[in-house]
């Protein structure tokens, strides 16, 4: 299966064949890039040109199941640039490429532009309608000209698509799955090389990043016969592949071994291995023969060396064919590094100037290609006129084993005639200023020409001296006529004894607590002391709780690190034989994550092997596939897992399995069908192929969050190794609820949990629910329990229970009375009497001339506004409004579901300023469904939360305030220049508060008895 496309067997037999065992000697294939080179900044050209491609932005990689280490852009700024360039008078561009993002959008896929702009070129390009486009444009059409055609098949599915575009002398064809799926007429032929990128349009600025990923790019000089099109389909699966280290990659460990992906067919491997390509690659006895296994230990490797190496796959009985792989290379670490110039304090006995400081001599200024040194005074450092003891000197970050000491003496133009440069010098030493060693064997600085092509720089070994500072007392300069001194460069390199380069690097956030921890070695190690504390002076003080080991790794579970926490940890590099027998390491940090993922259900998709009913397994089950050898007949509940997008009667058909609308958090939930009609219970299950351990890091609560729907019966549970847990939340209420677990009360073993089971029991039970969020906490659950409000901060409380008149009196005693406009009438209401709002002209108007005091000024404060509304899902009205009576600025507005086909949805619509607006953010519940709904609004200077029926919305609402006064209060409508916006329907029990209300109080205003779980 190639994607979605069976290539017909006889093509398989005769094409590829052909294909893959003539495809890197085919001369016109002038660039070949798997991309599936696994780490990186550049991508292997395989083919005889060796154009290696430049990744940009931080594009991943990903293992694929049909295609292997594939890359995969991020839409926002990630390409791949190949600078070629190309002659091609025609072409063939092949690849695989599979788009990952929202469909709407226009990504180029592949792109060619001339070297000089964008006068010519080619794009393959992903449309917003999911249709491919071909363009090839050539001079003298210029920008704008040339020959586009679109296909009319659809791409943006997330399914895998080969794509080749071959241009003769006057036709483009662009085949999708070795199938033509679009031609035109073109007899125009670039003038001059193009330039390659893949991702994005390229040329002088990018833009139309594509998402997704891509595999296989190929760049043939001539145009590919149809039949040839299916041999750029396949990848030559008889060789080995996927090198470690990496194809030409650089600074690896002496004692790294060998590793490699075996050739599809491979019984046995023939290693090569040597300091030769040439060598190598014509080499026929092997370094290693017959191996059984994927890797070679070549041993300890000399540093700063380039070798090269090749696999060659044998192939089992009858024939034991023999696959002669590609010839792959890598250089060794060095054996000492530079140590950053901007590191390194310079300090000297004087300056000649402010220009000619003693940091010139670390800057890197003056220095050019080949170490050559410019001849401006600027570029370096000088003494005073008179220095009658002078000096400069070197400090370093901390004690750093030192190996060559690099020196460009003073380079001026007068250097030859004037010679300040630095001649007789006795170099000191010292780890801590104040003891100091003569460096022996230096007593003289070589003198520069004053030419701009002085690259003799003087290399001095400290032969590894540990040392923290480093000074050169100048006894005599070359010229021997003035008491001034200079040089122009020195650098400095080391020998990195230190461990370094961690992984995960330094600063790293959410570590599981039972990770393991590595780094670099340092390169005399013989143990590694670990020193792990959350108190970052400990470690670096070293007095904090250590552990020594032989390994470059340290398991951190065996530490007890809890959840939630910032660690600090050190590695000192211990050798008792060395004279710097222990050399302490950088202080890094790691953070655990506040809560461990059991399942987010984030990862889950419409395609097979992601679709969640195989993983979580329901009633219906599912079908054999590419992934899954047998049919799953279900588990004979009543449970469904996911929407139906299947059935053309279903409102989710050909849509996303996953719900993406109702999210507690990330994108997507899960849906959970239930029907219990034909049994007691309906179940879903999930088998925890690799056990975890649910006691690290202090776990002591397991959490999920939970959505019904008006209308569920039954009662869910769950199940951990099959012990059963209930209490959970009432699933007839269509808003999130957290179910918190206390794991100290739930029997069976939880350092190896293997199995998790949802299920929901009741006979004739049925409805649907969503999961979201099943998180581990390392603290216990909390109780929010209904309480009445207090009195403080109440600016007002409408109760309507006046049953008359036009007035609406306010209880709080702040006399924030209301006027009755229009026919608004009295009825009974959810709590005594209500107000009925006609939708035309019917509003209460609250202080007109200031409005209430809760969002006045921009000013810094919290407020809160709740009531009992009943309304008919209505698109665009108004419960309760805050504005100005003589303008439409600003604006704070609670009411209904904005546009289109009405819904029973909350919406609020901030204008805090003109011209700046919070448009219309929907709840999650539908409280406008002709019922009565309790609604609250909370918002603390911005930060807003709507709470529904006294339970947590969904919604996001947060919104950044404005500087305008607000002047008007009213409920029902908006009352401005001219009133608008009338709400039809009844409110009751309107109440205002200066503060925010706390979870509790709003439940009791709801009217809740029973206390819910506090959501982590």
Known sequence: MLGNKVIPMVCLVVCLGLAQFSMAADPSLIGWWVLDDGTGDLVEDRSDSGIAGTLFGAPAWETDAEHGTVLVLDGTDDYVEILGPYELETYTLSLWFRFDGTPGGTGDVVSLYAVSGHKHGVLLELRSDGTMRYLHRAEPMGTGGGTTEYTAGTYDNGNWYHMAAVKTADTMTLYINGEVALTGSNSTTFEEPALVVLGTLGGTSNARYFTGAISDFRIYNRALAENEIPGTMVIDTTLADSPLPADAGDDVLRDAALTWSPGEFAVKHDVYFGESFDDVNAATVPTGSGLDVTSFDPGRLDFGTTYFWRVDEVNGAPDNTVFKGNVWSFEVEPYSIPIPGDTVAVTASSSSNEFSTPDKTTDGSGLGDNDVHAIASETMWFSAAV?????????????????????????????????????????????????????????????????????????????????????????????????????????????????????????????????????????????????????????????????????????????????????????????????????????????????????????????????????????????????????????????????????????????????????????????????????????????????????????????????????????????????????????????????????????????????????????????????????????????????????????????????????????????????????????????????????????????????????????????????????????????????????????????????????????????????TVSNHPLSQAEPFDDTWHHIAWVDDNGTATLYVDGYLDGGDFNYTRGTMALDTTSIGGILRAAPSHFFTGQIDEVRVYSRALLAGEIMGLAGKTEPIHKPF
């Not at 200031?850 to 309304?871: C, E, H, Q, R, T």
């Not at 665009?876 to 949805?905: C, I, K, W, Y």
């Open 387 to 915: 220095d009658l003891d002078p000096w400069i000197q070197y400090e370093f970050d901390g004690v750093k084993k030192l190996d060559i000491m690099k020196v460009w003496n003073s380079n001026g133009a007068a250097e030859s005639a004037i010679g300040w440069g630095v001649k007789d010098v006795q170099i000191e030493y010292s780890v801590d200023g104040e003891n100091w060693d003569v460096l022996e064997g230096v007593t003289q600085i070589s003198r520069a020409p004053g030419s701009p092509t002085y690259n003799q720089y003087d290399e001095i070994n400290f032969q590894g001296a540990a040392a923290q500072y480093v000074r050169l007392n100048i006894q005599s300069n070359w010229g021997g006529i003035l008491m001034s001194y200079g040089l122009s460069e020195v650098q400095f390199s080391r020998i990195p004894v230190e461990a370094r380069t961690p992984v995960p690097a330094s600063g790293s956030v959410d570590v599981a607590p039972d990770s393991t921890v590595t780094w670099r070695s340092g390169l005399e190690a013989a143990e590694h002391t670990i020193y792990v504390s959350t108190d970052q002076n400990a470690v670096a003080d070293g007095v904090a709780s250590s552990v020594t080991t032989n390994t470059n790794s340290l398991d951190l579970g065996s530490l007890d690190l809890q959840l939630g926490q910032t660690y600090y940890w050190r590695v000192d590099e211990v050798n008792e034989a060395e004279a710097m027998s222990v050399s302490a390491g950088s202080v890094w940090s790691l953070s655990t994550p506040a809560a461990l993922i059991v399942d987010d259900f984030e990862g889950y998709s419409n395609k097979s092997p992601n679709r969640p009913f195989q993983t979580w397994l329901d009633g219906f089950g599912y079908s054999a596939d590419e992934f899954f050898s047998a049919d799953y007949p279900g588990n004979g509940t009543g449970s469904g897992i996911g929407h139906d997008i299947w059935s053309l009667s279903s409102p989710h058909y050909d849509g996303s399995i996953m719900e993406t609308t109702i999210v507690y958090g990330g994108s997507q939930s899960l849906p959970l069908y239930y029907d219990n009609t034909g049994g007691a219970a309906s179940e879903t299950q999930r088998t925890i192929d690799i056990p975890q351990d649910w006691t690290v890091g202090g776990i002591q609560s397991l959490s999920l969050m939970i959505y019904g729907s008006a209308g569920n019966t039954g009662q869910l549970y769950l199940k951990i190794n099959n012990t059963r847990i209930n209490g959970a939340p009432d699933i007839s209420q269509a808003v999130w609820q957290a179910w918190i677990i206390d794991l100290s009360a739930v029997g069976g073993n939880l350092q190896n949990v293997t199995s998790l089971t949802i299920g929901v029991e009741g006979a004739g039970a049925e409805g649907m629910l969503y999961i979201d969020e099943m998180r581990l906490y390392p603290m216990p659950g909390e109780l929010v329990v209904p309480t009445e409000p207090s009195p403080d901060g109440l600016v007002a409380y409408l109760s309507f229970d006046e049953n008359s008149g036009t007035t609406a009196a306010d209880g709080s005693g702040n006399n924030n009375h209301g006027d009755v406009m229009g026919d608004a009438q009295w009825v009974a209401g959810k709590v005594g009497g209500a107000l009925a709002f006609d939708g035309v002209d019917d509003m209460v108007v609250v202080n007109q001339n200031s409005g209430l005091p809760i969002y006045n000024n921009g000013a810094d404060n919290a407020f809160s506004v709740a009531m009992w509304v009943k309304g008919v899902p209505q698109n665009d009205l108004r419960v309760f409004s805050e504005g100005s009576a003589t303008s439409n600025n600003p604006l704070f507005n609670m009411g209904t579901h904005n546009s289109g086909s009405p819904t029973g949805q909350f919406a609020s619509y901030i204008r805090p300023d003109a011209g």
